[in-house]
C-alpha cells in the first residue's frame, strides 16, 4: 500500500510502499477512505507533541470501510488501560497508560490501517467519508470543550478553523451565540464564520472586555488566554483547546479574579465520540473541507500552517 510516514521530526512525510498490516484479535482492518488534517499534526511534525516511537503514520481522523464492509471512524484515542482512577471513574481521557492515533500506532496517511475495534464508532447515516472525516477531532474535540463552558449562551472562539466551524452550527442548533476572534485582518475567515452563523465576528485584538459568558482557545497561541481572561464576565470560563499552545505570558491577578475559571481539555472519550457522532445528524452539521490526494499530504499541512484555507483540510487515498 502507498503510506506518508514521518521518520525524522521536523522532515516532511516521506511517501513510501508498505505491506498492508494485519489485524490482530479484537482488532478491525480498515481501508481508508479519507483522514482529516488537524493542527495536532503540526505539533507532532514539528516535535512539540513527543512521538514515542518513528516511524510513524501521522493522522487521526479516520474514515474507512471495515473487512465487514462497516464505515466507521477512527478518533485520537486509540487505546485505554481501563483499570487505571480515570479509566473506572469516566475519565479514560487521562488514562496515562492511553494510546494515540498517530502518535503511539499509526494513522490514516495511508490505504490501509488496524485500530482496536473497541475506538471504532460507527459513521452516522448520510456522512459520505469526506465529510465524515472532520467530525472525530474537530468536531469530538470542539464539542467537548463546548460541553465546558456549562450553559453560557454568549461563547467567544478564538481560533475559527476546523473545530470552530462545526462548533459553530452545534450552537447555533442550541440558540446560543458564537463569537468568532480570528488573527487580526483575516477577513476571509470572519467572513466564513459569519457564513455559519456567528453573531459577530473580529480580530482577536477586538475581543471587548466581560463581552462574552465563556471563551475557547483553539489557536496554539497563549497569549490569547489573557486576552480571553478579560473577555469574559465574572463567573465565566475560558477553555483551551488544543494539545499544544505557546507559553502563557504573565497576567495580573485581577484578570483571573472573581471566579473566573482558566482550564484545558486533553483528548477524549469514547461517550463523547457516542454522544457528539448521534448529535451531528439532528443539527445536521455540515463540514466544509478541501480535499488532498495522499501524495500531496504534506501540502495539506503547510497550507494549514500558513491558514490558506477556511473549514477543513482532508487526506484521501486514491486506491487505483
Given at each position: 500500500?502507498n503510506?506518508?510516514i ?39 511534525l ?95 474535540i470542539?464539542h ?6 456549562g ?8 481560533g ?52 462574552l ?93 500558513a ?14
Amino acid at each position: 500500500m502507498n503510506v506518508r510516514i514521518l521518520d525524522r521530526v521536523g522532515v516532511p512525510m516521506q511517501l513510501t510502499k508498505r505491506s498492508i498490516p494485519a489485524a490482530d484479535p479484537g482488532q478491525l482492518l480498515v481501508r481508508v477512505l479519507a483522514c482529516g488534517v488537524c493542527r495536532t499534526d503540526l505539533h507532532l511534525l514539528d516535535g512539540e507533541v513527543e512521538i514515542p516511537e518513528l516511524p510513524r503514520v501521522l493522522g487521526h481522523q479516520i474514515v474507512g470501510e471495515a473487512s465487514d464492509g462497516r464505515l466507521v471512524g477512527i478518533p485520537w484515542l486509540a487505546w485505554t488501560c481501563g483499570e487505571c482512577v480515570y479509566c473506572t471513574t469516566g475519565r479514560e481521557n487521562l488514562c496515562p497508560r492511553a494510546r494515540f492515533t498517530g502518535r503511539d500506532v499509526d494513522g490514516g496517511y495511508a490505504e490501509w490501517t488496524v485500530a482496536d475495534e473497541r475506538f471504532c464508532f460507527p459513521i452516522p447515516d448520510g456522512y459520505p467519508a469526506l465529510q465524515a472525516a472532520p467530525l472525530l477531532c474537530a468536531g469530538l474535540i470542539g464539542h467537548r470543550a463546548f460541553r465546558m463552558c456549562g450553559d453560557a449562551r454568549r461563547i467567544g472562539v478564538f481560533g475559527f478553523g476546523a473545530a470552530g466551524h462545526v462548533l459553530c452550527q452545534v450552537a447555533r442548533h442550541e440558540q446560543r451565540e458564537i463569537h468568532a476572534f480570528t488573527r487580526p485582518g483575516d477577513r476571509a475567515a470572519q467572513a466564513f464564520a459569519m457564513e455559519l452563523g456567528a453573531a459577530t465576528a473580529a480580530g482577536s485584538d477586538e475581543a471587548g472586555a466581560s463581552s462574552l459568558d465563556a471563551a475557547i482557545i483553539f489557536a496554539p497561541d497563549g497569549a490569547l488566554v489573557p486576552i480571553a481572561l478579560r473577555a469574559v464576565v465574572p463567573g465565566g470560563t475560558v477553555v483551551c483547546g488544543g494539545i499544544h499552545m505557546s507559553d502563557i505570558p504573565s497576567f495580573p491577578y485581577a484578570d483571573l479574579w472573581q471566579e473566573r475559571v482558566l482550564r484545558s481539555v486533553a483528548n477524549l472519550t469514547r461517550a463523547d465520540a457516542e454522544e457528539f457522532l448521534a448529535l451531528a445528524p439532528l443539527v445536521p452539521v455540515t463540514t466544509r473541507v478541501h480535499r488532498y490526494p495522499l501524495e500531496r499530504a504534506n501540502d495539506a499541512l503547510a497550507d494549514l500552517r500558513a491558514g490558506r484555507f477556511t473549514g477543513a483540510a482532508v487526506v484521501v487515498p486514491d486506491h487505483s
